[in-house]
């Protein structure tokens, strides 16, 4: 690769590249960053698309309150509480003795019903939009139904002449797999080796059949497009470039400012509003980046967090490849117990489309993770997988940053102690007890030694 003997004749002109490379935490806020109303235009989709994606949800909800009793109490509606986080944040800034600006929450997707991670809001919402296709081309159900009617024998005679299949390193497996059989469809997931044992088992336990791959999370994918191709009646959803999982996430940003209005938190120029989402691929947090920067514009900044090990979106943003380099490239393993961020090549789609809108991105070591995620329990009482941690050291990043970055866009002293800062918690509900005690344990550790 042309990029490593750069580097190797040290006549690189992308000063953070070896940082990278040395696995250190890196922040960059990004030079490229535009206004909203101009860089909204990038991405091919509209306010409408989000509002059909939405409404689509709603047409599913006696369904999924049918399939999935937990969702009840929702009414059906998959979404996740906005929880505030200020014994952790009065923690973490005495330690790093930041003076407390501003209020740190967390969006609490490890509580999401039906799979327990952010991926059950693009994940499903693409199985939804597919099977809500097949269904009015069959005639099972006419525009204006219930789609209750669903959740039957009938129906899923129906789907079972189709499958879908997918490529995962884990999370979006469970939220495909797990809706898809539940509407009957065959349904098939291509698990990267970094994928946990307890969610092939768990799929399995659905009647979803799992393929294992000993190499990464793009084999896997490039996998599951070859056995779609072949078969006319099977859906292959595309992690990377799926227009339909992005808009499914993009639907969290409208319920968020439903939720922030109920808390009474205003969110204007005044009053910003930051949104530290952790990225694998780029479709989770760019299609809620998309989503919140429709809803509050240029009062909403969105920073994305990945794993010193798994750097894929913040090197395609920042070398302007995109998907035509990943972090292999450069000699980074893409290792990282981050499940759902261990991804070494990004989406191009989300990095180009987005790349005007994003304001910064940053990376954090595993070991870092797991003291967040420990520390977290200790004054929250909330456990979330170690991905999920990545949101978090955000909004310190954000305070202590010196490149000019808040001077640049105006974030004085006054906006910034009327700022809220929302880490996005992407997962952790699910995690099988055993599991997050490991978890845990690990994290105390590092937390004692800090
Ligand atoms: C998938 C996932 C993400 C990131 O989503 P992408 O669409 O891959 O960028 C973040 N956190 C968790 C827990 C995930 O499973």
Redesign the pocket.
Known sequence: MTLRKMIDNGCLSHPLIAELIRLEPTTWFNPALAPTAQALGDVPLSVADVDDAASRLERFAAFIQSAFPETQVSDGIIESPLLPLAQLQAALCAEQQVPIQGRLWLKADNLLPISG???AR?GIYEVLKHAEDLALAGGLIQPGDRYNTLDSDEARAFFAQYSIAVGS????GLSIGIMSARLGFKATVHMSADARQWKKDRLRACGVEVVEYASDYSVAVEQGRKQAEMDANCHFVD?ENSLN?FLG?AVAARRLARQLDAAGITVDQEHPLFVYL??????????VAFGLKQVFGDAVHCVFAEPTHSPC?LLGVYTGLHDAISVYDIGIDNHTA????A?ARP?GFVGRAMQRLIDGYYTVTDEELYRLLALMEATEGLKL?P??L?GLPGFLRVLQEQQGYRLRLGLDEQRMANATHIMWG??GSMVPDEEMDAYLSQGRKLVAAH
């Open positions: 991670s952010i991926k693009g390193t884990g999370n979006l992690d999982l996430y952790p990225c694998g691929v780029g479709g989770g947090p760019g299609g979106m981050a499940d759902g961020l991804v989406s997988e991905s999920a990545a992407t997962g």
